[in-house]
């Protein structure tokens, strides 16, 4: 959701919220530590209206933020802690990170990208400490692997697919597992999905041995 049309959501949302009520719409915010407000008075103002949703409708904000080189050297740092940001800055609702797409401005972003040793010392953290945020991002992550490489899952017509539309020529796909790559990322991508992969099954041996 936009941070700055919020009232005129507000609006439409009043009126789904008088006809069918708002279990019927799924509300993301999405939120970063950096580059996406223009100055500091935006990203108070986000933050302002993710609360103001919350408190006008009792509804749990999803707040979206990238995972980036950025926000996991702020937590080394000790400036950045998840359940924090989450009681102190959005209380009621509750962060999600995102894996981290190419940017197609055609800048640079030294800190965008992660790298694999921090991305899992972060991902552990993550585990040990923020446990829904961490089942969050490895579902996120393997539900958009999959939208990525189906183009089109219709779940009424489970036949209906369409192969993906490759936007600006940075995508591949990658014919032994048949998911989206990106050139530019490709390396990372790669060890990535195959470091998620071993989470979850890690995830599943754990719970299945627990019951």
């Avoid at 049309?5 to 919220?17: A, G, N």
């Avoid at 933050?47 to 933020?65: A, C, E, T």
């Avoid at 740092?77 to 995102?98: C, H, Q, S």
Wanted: with cysteine; proline share 2%; aromatic share 14%.
């Amino acid at each position: 959701m936009d941070y700055t049309t919020l009232h005129f959501y507000t609006k439409l949302i009043d009126k789904i919220v008088n006809e069918v009520g708002l279990k019927a719409i799924d509300v993301n915010f999405s939120y970063d530590l950096k580059y996406r407000f223009k100055s500091e008075e935006d990203r108070l103002k986000c933050l302002k209206n993710i609360n103001d949703f919350h408190s006008r409708y009792d509804y749990n904000v999803g707040v979206q933020m990238i995972m980036t080189q950025y926000v996991i050297n702020e937590w080394k740092a000790g400036r950045f802690d998840v359940n924090k940001f989450m009681e102190e800055e959005i209380p009621g609702n509750y962060l999600t990170f995102l894996y981290p797409h190419p940017v197609r401005t055609g800048k640079k972003l030294d800190d965008f990208n992660f790298n694999r040793n921090d991305f899992l010392d972060f991902i552990q953290y993550l585990k040990d400490e923020c446990y829904n945020v961490y089942l969050s991002f490895l579902h996120s992550t393997k539900n958009s692997g999959t939208f990525k490489y189906t183009g089109l899952q219709n779940r009424i017509h489970p036949s209906v697919n369409a192969q993906p539309v490759l936007s600006d020529g940075k995508e591949i796909i990658n014919q032994e597992c048949g998911h989206l790559s990106y050139i530019n990322v490709i390396a990372i991508v790669m060890i990535v999905s195959y470091d998620l992969k071993n989470l979850m099954r890690k995830y599943i041996y754990e719970k299945t041995n627990a019951i």
